[in-house]
């Protein structure tokens, strides 16, 4: 009954607390000294960690040196060039295996301590990096039927910790060899692209897109090296429940780019704590970023507007098809809404400071 009763008691008492006492922690409490006994009133400590107190330095008038490089007409040579092997096609060829050819091979994979694999129709692209290097170089000037046995050791960062450094052997037999045709790069070539008649056409997309994409990366990095050269002038500690969460977040990204690529993130053997040395000192900075950011917007009285978040559901439901209540009403679920709020907010905040910057070549 004791412990029913602290259940219902304590999470009403402690946020009438925060409300008096003006805190807003930043990660749950813990609970110490708990008195509860019958004819006393309640009593207990709540330990919490809070968001530092920022003294703001002068954030308008600094000086920054960023120069973006021009779009080349080499990058959008380049860019047709990656067109053209997209648009590749395969032909079956009666000669040995080169580099860039496609070859359709059946294998048998023996790691050390390890039992075989084997799969059957295996396709790749020789020279290009996909499959273990002893494997690529094994298959030139093999031809249709022919088999190999090839000694091989796995990396030591391989994805799979647990063939870290193994050696092992791969019997190879191919079963077919391709090879890669371009198309010509001509008006035909922007025709089959569906959007454009002419190559010229083609040419001046490929140039907009390129000049859009620097402009975005540009910015990118303008912003990088004005909260660089901010938090030089600030120094503050971070709530390390804050770091946690930011690496958390970072594991799970990870986590998830697996899935996507069909890898199960479960059957892999992770190290947390080098995973914890190698992600905290990217996190810290991350918070200790959104912290400044946040202390700026709140000085400037920066906010992200309801017709400004509106327009920006809006645009979620054109991208997804769907209406825009019902995307809003999602996001208010999973909380996406103050989320984008929040970037809202920073972003206009990264406006403010790119505007009073002097930018220099």
């Not at 946020?15 to 006492?21: I, M, Q």
């Not at 790749?124 to 499959?131: I, K, N, P, S, Y």
């Not at 892999?268 to 190698?278: A, C, L, S, V």
């Not at 809202?344 to 406006?351: A, V």
């Amino acid at each position: 009954m004791r412990r029913e009763v602290a259940e219902h008691l304590i999470p009403d008492v402690y946020r009438r607390a925060l409300t008096e006492a003006r805190i807003d922690p930043v990660n749950e409490p813990d609970l110490r000294d708990l008195t509860l006994e019958e004819g006393a009133p309640l009593s207990f400590t709540a330990v919490v960690e809070v968001k530092p107190t920022i003294v703001l330095a002068e954030y308008r008038g600094m000086e920054v040196q960023h120069a973006p490089a021009p779009i080349t007409d080499a990058e959008v040579v380049e860019t047709l060039e990656r067109m053209r092997d997209q648009h590749a096609e395969f032909r079956s060829v009666e000669r040995p295996a080169a580099e860039g050819d496609l070859v359709v091979v059946d294998y048998t994979l023996a790691p050390e301590g390890h039992e075989p694999t084997t799969a059957a129709g295996y396709h790749f692209v020789v020279g290009g990096g996909t499959v273990l290097p002893e494997i690529d170089a094994a298959v030139v000037g093999m031809g249709a039927g022919d088999e190999r046995e090839v000694s091989l050791r796995f990396a030591d960062d391989h994805r799979m910790e647990t063939l870290r450094g193994k050696t092992g052997t791969a019997t190879l037999k191919v079963g077919e060899v391709k090879e890669k045709l371009l198309p010509a790069l001509d008006d035909e070539f922007a025709k089959a692209l569906g959007e454009f008649d002419t190559l010229d056409a083609v040419r001046a997309e490929v140039r907009r897109q390129l000049e859009a994409q620097r402009e975005a990366q540009s910015r990118r990095e303008l912003e990088d090296k004005i909260i660089d050269a901010l938090l030089t002038r600030h120094e503050f500690g971070v709530p390390d429940a804050m770091v946690m969460r930011q690496v958390a977040h970072q594991v799970e990204h990870t986590r998830e780019r697996l899935r996507r690529q069909g890898v199960d993130p479960d059957g892999i053997q992770w190290d947390y704590g080098k995973i914890m040395g190698e992600l905290r000192p990217g996190a810290e900075k991350a918070v200790r970023r959104a912290l400044l950011l946040e202390a700026i917007a709140e000085q400037e009285e920066i906010t992200a507007s309801d017709a400004e978040v509106e327009a920006e559901v809006e645009k979620f439901a054109r991208a997804s098809q769907r209406p825009a209540p019902a995307v809003r009403r999602m996001m208010e679920k999973s909380g996406d809404l103050d989320v984008l709020r929040h970037g809202l907010r920073e972003r206009k905040t990264l406006d403010l400071l790119i505007e009073h910057t002097r930018v220099t070549a």
